[in-house]
């Protein structure tokens, strides 16, 4: 499992919701009776306000496959929903969307970055007892650039024992940098990336 966060930095007060007999309306979007939760409501709202002409064509301009974020960020910018710890979570999967980037980056995209540069990681792992707890992925072999620089085989081992993390990798990986561009020019607010990896079969991932 693959998952690159896009954190929004600008948090809101959560807005009210406010019933009518026909339907809900949450800001500027007017949401379905059949939504009953939370979540489904703020994402009923998100999708109502995708723009589909924009984000293809902010795409266009930049030249780069980045219809998917800008348009699911801008939607939430636009239909007014709060962020924040105030807020609930929305899920959306690839159906959901006009435009997916469920396959934007890869494990291939990652070996090549490990490869191309000397990054870091760090690894997560979960104890019922302590919590969430951060150690390590590589520690230098040697002097040497080559015997110093964390590998692709150290992040397989390190997935084997828990979540990867990349932190700020939007600022250290070239192909991360343009959902980076994309979700600010969106939001109209400064955003970083940071990249969890969490092997198939897992239990439990990066909370």
């Known amino acids: 499992f693959l998952a690159a966060a896009a954190c929004l930095q600008q948090a809101r007060a959560f807005?009210?919701?406010?019933k009518t007999k026909r339907s809900c309306t949450f800001l500027k979007a007017t949401i379905p009776e059949s939504a009953t939760s939370t979540s489904d409501l703020l994402k009923q709202a998100v999708l109502q306000a995708y723009n589909k002409e924009e984000a293809e064509q902010y795409a266009k301009e930049m030249d780069l496959p980045l219809e998917g974020f800008y348009g699911v960020v801008q939607a939430i910018r636009q239909s007014g929903i709060a962020l924040g710890t105030r807020s609930?979570?929305?899920?959306?999967?690839?159906?959901?969307?006009?435009?997916?980037?469920?396959?934007?980056?890869?494990?291939q995209d990652l070996e090549k970055a490990v490869e191309d540069d000397?990054?870091?990681?760090?690894?997560?792992?979960?104890?019922?007892?302590?919590?969430?707890?951060?150690?390590?992925?590589?520690?230098?072999?040697?002097?040497?650039?080559?015997?110093?620089?964390?590998?692709?085989?150290?992040?397989?081992?390190?997935?084997?024992?828990?979540?990867?993390?990349?932190?700020?990798?939007?600022?250290?990986?070239?192909?991360?940098?343009?959902?980076?561009?994309?979700?600010t020019d969106a939001a109209s607010t400064p955003n970083a990336l940071n990249l969890y990896i969490t092997a198939a079969g897992k239990r439990t991932s990066a909370p």
């Open 88 to 107: 609930a979570p929305m899920y959306f999967s690839s159906k959901d969307l006009p435009h997916s980037f469920a396959d934007f980056f890869s494990m």
């Open 118 to 183: 000397f990054l870091d990681a760090a690894r997560g792992s979960t104890d019922n007892r302590k919590g969430w707890k951060i150690t390590t992925v590589s520690n230098p072999r040697g002097d040497s650039f080559e015997e110093a620089r964390m590998t692709y085989e150290d992040v397989l081992s390190a997935l084997e024992k828990g979540t990867v993390i990349f932190n700020a990798a939007g600022a250290h990986i070239p192909k991360l940098a343009g959902p980076c561009l994309a979700v």
């Open 15 to 18: 807005s009210p919701l406010l």
